[in-house]
C-alpha cells in the first residue's frame, strides 16, 4: 500500500495538495476537508517520512505531521507552520518526541494566541491511521497541538501524561482545532 493509499483508506482522498520546497527536503502538505469533525480542515504532510530521523534513544524512524484547524480557520497562513515544522524537523535530523513542545514562528493566524505546538499522536483519528506500515521503518504519524505560551510552559513542566490528560478535560471546555481560541488552563481551574 503506497502512503497516498494510506491517506486515503484511512480518512478521505486529499482535496488539495501544496509543494513545500524547503532547505531540507521538497515535500507536500495535503488538504483534507471535513476530517475529524465536518467543520474542521486536516494538514498532513506528505513525503517528510522520505528522511530517516534519529530518536533520543539512537533508534531512526519516520514522521509525518497533522495539523487540525477549523475550516473558519484555514489559509495559507494556518498550514504554513506545518511546513516550517516538518522542514525544520528535517534539517534537525532528530525526531521528535511525544509531548515534546516546539516553539513556532509566531501567531497561527491574526487574531491568535497560538504559538507554540506539543506533538502528540493523533488522538482525533482513527488509531489505525497513526502509523503507516509501507515504509521502512514504519511512519508515525505526529499530531501538531497549538498551544499559548503559558499552554507551552506547563506542558513542559507537567510531561506528556499528565497534559494528555488535561487536553482531554479541556475538549469540554475549549475547541483545540480553533487558532483562535483562548488558553484552556483557567477554565479547567489550573492556574501557572
Request: aromatic share 8%; net charge negative; glycine share 8%.
Given at each position: 500500500?503506497t502512503?497516498?493509499?494510506?491517506?486515503?483508506?484511512?480518512?478521505?482522498?486529499?482535496?488539495?495538495?501544496?509543494?513545500?520546497?524547503?532547505?531540507?527536503?521538497?515535500?507536500?502538505?495535503?488538504?483534507?476537508?471535513?476530517?475529524?469533525?465536518?467543520?474542521?480542515?486536516?494538514?498532513?504532510?506528505?513525503?517528510?517520512?522520505?528522511?530517516l530521523?534519529?530518536?533520543?534513544?539512537?533508534?531512526?524512524?519516520?514522521?509525518?505531521?497533522?495539523?487540525?484547524?477549523?475550516?473558519?480557520?484555514?489559509?495559507?497562513?494556518?498550514?504554513?507552520?506545518?511546513?516550517?515544522?516538518?522542514?525544520s524537523?528535517?534539517?534537525?535530523g532528530?525526531?521528535?518526541?511525544?509531548?515534546?513542545?516546539?516553539?513556532?514562528?509566531?501567531?497561527?493566524?491574526?487574531?491568535?494566541?497560538?504559538?507554540?505546538?506539543?506533538?502528540?499522536?493523533?488522538?482525533?483519528?482513527?488509531?489505525?491511521?497513526w502509523?503507516?506500515?509501507?515504509?521502512?521503518?514504519?511512519?508515525?504519524?505526529?499530531?501538531?497541538?497549538?498551544?499559548?505560551?503559558?499552554?507551552?510552559?506547563?506542558?513542559?513542566?507537567?510531561?506528556?501524561?499528565?497534559?494528555?490528560?488535561?487536553?482531554?478535560?479541556a475538549?469540554?471546555?475549549?475547541?483545540?482545532?480553533?487558532?483562535?481560541?483562548?488558553?484552556?488552563?483557567?477554565?479547567?481551574?489550573?492556574?501557572?
Amino acid at each position: 500500500m503506497t502512503f497516498r493509499d494510506h491517506i486515503t483508506n484511512e480518512l478521505v482522498e486529499p482535496g488539495a495538495v501544496y509543494v513545500v520546497d524547503g532547505p531540507s527536503a521538497p515535500f507536500r502538505i495535503l488538504q483534507i476537508a471535513g476530517v475529524p469533525e465536518n467543520d474542521a480542515l486536516l494538514y498532513v504532510t506528505e513525503g517528510a517520512g522520505t528522511r530517516l530521523l534519529e530518536q533520543p534513544t539512537g533508534r531512526l524512524i519516520r514522521q509525518e505531521f497533522v495539523l487540525i484547524v477549523r475550516q473558519a480557520c484555514a489559509s495559507d497562513n494556518a498550514r504554513r507552520p506545518i511546513g516550517t515544522l516538518a522542514d525544520s524537523v528535517l534539517s534537525s535530523g532528530r525526531a521528535v518526541i511525544r509531548g515534546e513542545v516546539v516553539d513556532g514562528t509566531g501567531p497561527m493566524v491574526d487574531g491568535s494566541s497560538l504559538s507554540t505546538f506539543c506533538c502528540l499522536a493523533p488522538a482525533p483519528l482513527p488509531q489505525s491511521f497513526w502509523l503507516y506500515n509501507g515504509s521502512d521503518p514504519a511512519t508515525m504519524f505526529v499530531w501538531l497541538v497549538p498551544l499559548t505560551h503559558l499552554e507551552a510552559e506547563f506542558a513542559r513542566r507537567v510531561g506528556p501524561d499528565e497534559f494528555e490528560g488535561h487536553l482531554v478535560e479541556a475538549q469540554d471546555a475549549v475547541d483545540l482545532f480553533d487558532l483562535r481560541r483562548p488558553e484552556f488552563l483557567t477554565p479547567l481551574g489550573i492556574s501557572e
